[in-house]
């Protein structure tokens, strides 16, 4: 295991009238990490779209424990669990204080800027995220 | 089957770079489909809430098949598949032009407002959301 | 006095944990009413922009009276306060029931897409707008 | 002079169509700014609101001079403008590479947390916020 980490602090309005963050802003927490990953693992997103690829979510999971709060610190985990020749399934899993609160998957499809048609995965691109992988380090 | 359809116009503020629906605000109009579902069905959301009666989300999908884009009408198609002892499981399927663009599962739980556990769901509710089973009509 | 109106149900994700809609909002309520302006005036807003002319807010203000609450339908009435050269100032008023709960201006400023330099408004829009102006009808 | 200063990284999700930040999310840079405000003078917003009081806004605004970017790390400063018996007016500057590109004001009010009624700033939150002032230091 290889686990890529992020921490973000809870914004007041991703908290609804519940007084806890609203089931939809997980999905972009996920989002927000898959991007530092990016910056550590490839120099950064943008780059990857400026040379003319980017990626796509085709499916997307949310298995919810326990809600986060407002101004609460979580850590979100990120693991590669499989880099298919046009798609990448990554895992994440949210907790608060070494609590496990959300965990789930996302898989990415890979395609070409100009066209937005699925791509195969640079090479280079595969071989970066790679280290993240559930069978590395 | 006895869906239950609600018509949404996606918001340019929705919508992200490359142009389409960010991925993360599926389950948004998701839940605003619920909302009338429920309008429908027992008077309103907050009828239940003021009851004593809320939800919460376990568990959510999305599947993407094909991009919605800023002024889209799209219609979220929403099936009761299973009414727990605690729990909802519903479907959803959005569509624009008569095509299936996304679709995906919802599973909430029913709490107590006050102490926020876990609570059978109440019986007029059952009967209300019945009526958009699989197996209705 | 010719507004244009539009309604708007405030979605359960628009409220913050005070239990009213997050001061944000406001301005993006301004922008989807807007939109459906645009649509009533010129055709659709991305009509204009595919005509090669775009708009970006040079300034906004919102001024809150009273809160809006989950499920209010409230009313946005929209006027073009100001036609200028380049630029377009509009007034929102946005209200329940009858009463004015918020109120608040934008200037927009006219720009070529493919440049995004400021330009003239295009005659046609100057016409089309002119229809919701402070002096009009 | 002696402005608060806090560092956001724009979020892809913050941006529209337009590849810049969409504008109704500057008045929550100012709001997630505020709050670094209120943790380093008060302990924190939410200890407060504990403690009975919170705050709303009564009116805000925003001039945009240039956009912000994805993954832009920008910088908000914040001036405690005036302290009145119930209300606090906060300016705005958010800048990226030293080049201010947003500026504006926010008036909040001071409510009882129970009642929601208009009430007198405590004059310990007073005391912490005026460290912040144009006049101080």
């Avoid at 997103?45 to 796509?56: C, N, P």
């Avoid at 640079?122 to 280290?131: K, Q, S, T, V």
């Amino acid at each position: 295991m290889a686990a890529f980490h992020n921490e973000i602090r809870i914004r007041y309005q991703e908290c609804d009238m519940q007084g806890v963050v609203y089931f939809a802003r997980y999905p972009e927490y996920y989002d927000i990490s898959l991007t530092e990953l990016f910056r550590v693992a490839l120099g950064s997103y943008q780059s990857m779209v400026d040379a003319g690829t980017d990626i796509v979510v085709a499916e997307q999971t949310v298995r919810y424990r326990s809600p986060a709060r407002f101004d609460d610190v979580v850590d979100v985990a990120i693991t590669i669990d499989r880099l298919g020749e046009t798609s990448m399934q990554s895992a994440y899993a949210i907790s608060r204080g070494g609590e496990l609160i959300v965990e789930g998957d996302v898989r990415h499809v890979f395609i070409d800027v100009p066209t937005k048609a699925k791509r195969p995965m640079p090479e280079e691109i595969r071989a970066a995220l790679g280290a993240y992988g559930p069978e590395s380090g």
